[in-house]
C-alpha cells in the first residue's frame, strides 16, 4: 500500500506570512499532484509534477518534487485569506488509482 | 457536461436501509473514481474504473459497497443495510486517458444515517 504523510495536519497564519506543506512517502511515484478543496467542493487540481527535482510555480505558490520521487512540498509566499482551504496531494504510483495523503488543513487571517 | 455532476447533493436515510448515489462525468473521460471523506479526512479510495476493463474494487470496505458504470457514462454507487459509519461525503472523479491532466471532482454527496 502506498502511503502519503502530509505535514503539518493543521496550519493557522496571518495573511503575508508565508508556509511550506510537506507531502512524503516511502513509496516512488510516478507523478504526484496538489489539490485544494473548500468546505462543501470537492478538490481542485493546482499542479501536477512528474519528473524528480521539478519546480512549478503558479503565482504566489511554488511546488517542488522530490530527486527521487517519494515526496513533494508546496510553499505559499505571502499568504491571503483566500488561500485557506484543505490542501491534498495525491500520487499516482505502481496502481492506476490517485493514492491520496493526510491532507493539510490551511487558515489565513487578517 | 461541463464538470463531473453527482446526485443527490445531500442524502439522510435511515440505518439498514439501501441508497444509490449517481455520478455523471465528464463526457469523453474514460476514467472513473468514488472517494469518501469523513469529515475533517482526506480521502479514501473505493472503486475505480477504467474503459471496459474489470473495475478496481480494492478500496470498497465491505460488500454492502458496490458500484457499476455503463461503458464510459454514468456510475452509481450502492450502499446497501446502511450503518451510521457510512456517513460521510462520497466524491466522484472522472479523469481523461493521460492522468498527468488530473482528476475532476463532483462537489459529492453528503450522506447522513441516522
Known amino acids: 500500500t502506498q502511503l502519503l504523510e502530509q505535514s503539518p495536519q493543521f496550519l493557522s497564519i496571518q495573511e503575508g506570512e508565508n508556509l511550506t506543506v510537506y507531502c512524503n512517502s516511502s513509496s516512488v511515484f510516478s507523478s504526484l499532484q496538489w489539490y485544494r478543496q473548500e468546505p462543501g467542493e470537492g478538490p481542485v487540481l493546482l499542479v501536477t509534477v512528474v519528473t524528480g527535482g521539478e519546480v512549478k510555480k503558479l503565482k504566489r505558490l511554488t511546488f517542488q518534487f522530490g530527486d527521487a520521487r517519494k515526496d513533494s512540498s508546496l510553499h505559499i509566499t505571502a499568504a491571503q485569506p483566500g488561500d485557506t482551504g484543505l490542501y491534498l496531494c495525491a500520487g499516482t504510483g505502481t496502481a492506476s488509482k490517485l493514492t491520496f495523503g493526510t491532507g493539510t488543513r490551511l487558515q489565513v487571517t487578517l | 457536461g461541463a464538470g463531473v455532476s453527482q446526485s443527490p447533493s445531500n442524502k439522510v436515510t435511515e440505518k439498514g436501509k439501501d441508497v444509490e448515489l449517481r455520478c455523471d462525468p465528464i463526457s469523453g473521460h474514460t476514467a472513473l473514481y468514488w472517494y469518501r471523506q469523513r469529515l475533517g479526512q482526506g480521502l479514501e479510495f473505493l472503486i475505480y474504473?477504467?474503459?471496459?476493463?474489470?473495475?478496481?474494487k480494492s478500496g470498497l470496505p465491505s460488500d454492502r459497497f458496490s458500484a457499476e458504470r455503463t461503458g464510459e457514462s454514468v456510475s452509481t454507487l450502492t450502499i446497501q443495510r446502511t450503518q451510521q459509519e457510512d456517513s460521510a461525503v462520497y466524491l466522484c472523479?472522472?479523469?481523461?486517458?493521460?492522468?498527468?491532466?488530473?482528476?475532476?471532482f463532483g462537489s459529492g454527496t453528503r450522506l447522513t444515517v441516522v
Open positions: 472523479a472522472s479523469s481523461p486517458v493521460n492522468r498527468a491532466y488530473g482528476y475532476t
Open positions: 474504473f477504467q474503459g471496459n476493463s474489470a473495475p478496481d
